[in-house]
């Protein structure tokens, strides 16, 4: 089931290239309950294999904080939406919504949603993707295991932004318009967040996502809990946070 007014968790495409992630994250989902009301379809792909039928909302961006869409899989998102002889028009799209935002520094663990319809410098995508999400996971090209908790920071964010995105969109749209999600992101696809560059394992980020989204699904399903959170079940998340350190 994609995202709905009624479901704020967005249908997930999980694209991992390394059958290691595949197996870190399958494992997390039992590990810690992924709700069964969270979809989440895997792609063993690398993008530029992915089938064109698989159709996303929005991709992830694990970026760095200044934008610069040339490294990684933000490489591969530039060759999928720069025109040829324009490797970096992403770039600049990117980075325009960027200072708009951040004055051009977006703090690692934060979330900003590039609506990508309208933009004449790129190319038309395959996967009828119209918005580019920026979730840096570090400064800039370096190992982050240092920052243990970016990823749930990054979920968390992400999900915040797409669940805000969608009340503003639907906010007074008919049943049948609410129904068939017309402007909200219903879907996204992204990746292993810190895996790489970032030296993170594939066991932490697993954890970390899946609590991530856990958490948010009981934050929005128990809204008189989340409003008035008390010391004894803040640290009940975070134990199950700082749980996922040493993986």
């Known amino acids: 089931m994609a995202a709905s007014p009624t ?76 025109p040829k002889g324009d490797y970096l028009a992403l770039t600049r799209v990117a ?61 968390w964010t992400l999900l915040a932004a797409i669940d805000r995105h969608n009340g503003r969109v639907w906010e007074g749209a008919s049943q049948d318009e609410q129904s068939a999600g017309e402007g909200g992101i219903r879907s996204v696809l992204m990746t292993p967040l810190a895996t790489a560059t970032g030296g993170w394992s594939a066991e932490r980020w697993a954890a970390q996502t899946v609590l ?4 948010f699904l009981d934050a929005v399903e128990n809204e008189a809990k989340w409003r008035a959170m008390q010391w004894g079940q803040v640290g009940r998340y975070s134990t199950e946070v700082k749980r996922s350190y040493n993986l």
């Open 7 to 82: 479901t704020p968790i967005p249908l997930i495409h999980l694209l991992c290239v390394n059958e290691k992630d595949i197996a870190a994250f399958n494992a997390a989902k039992e590990t810690y309950k992924l709700p069964a009301s969270v979809n989440v379809t895997i792609h063993n792909a690398a993008l530029a294999a992915l089938d064109p039928a698989i159709q996303f909302d929005a991709i992830v961006s694990p970026a760095n904080s200044y934008a610069l869409m040339d490294g990684g899989f933000d490489d591969a998102l530039s060759r999928a939406f720069s």
């Open 95 to 155: 980075q325009a919504a960027v200072y708009k935002e951040y004055r051009g520094f977006a703090p690692p663990g934060s979330c900003t949603l590039i609506d990508l319809e309208g933009e004449a410098s790129l190319k038309q995508n395959n996967w009828g993707c119209k918005c580019l999400v920026l979730c840096p996971t570090m400064r800039m090209p370096q190992n982050v295991t240092w920052d243990r908790e970016v990823v749930y920071e990054c979920v």
């Open 212 to 215: 991530a989204i856990k958490h």
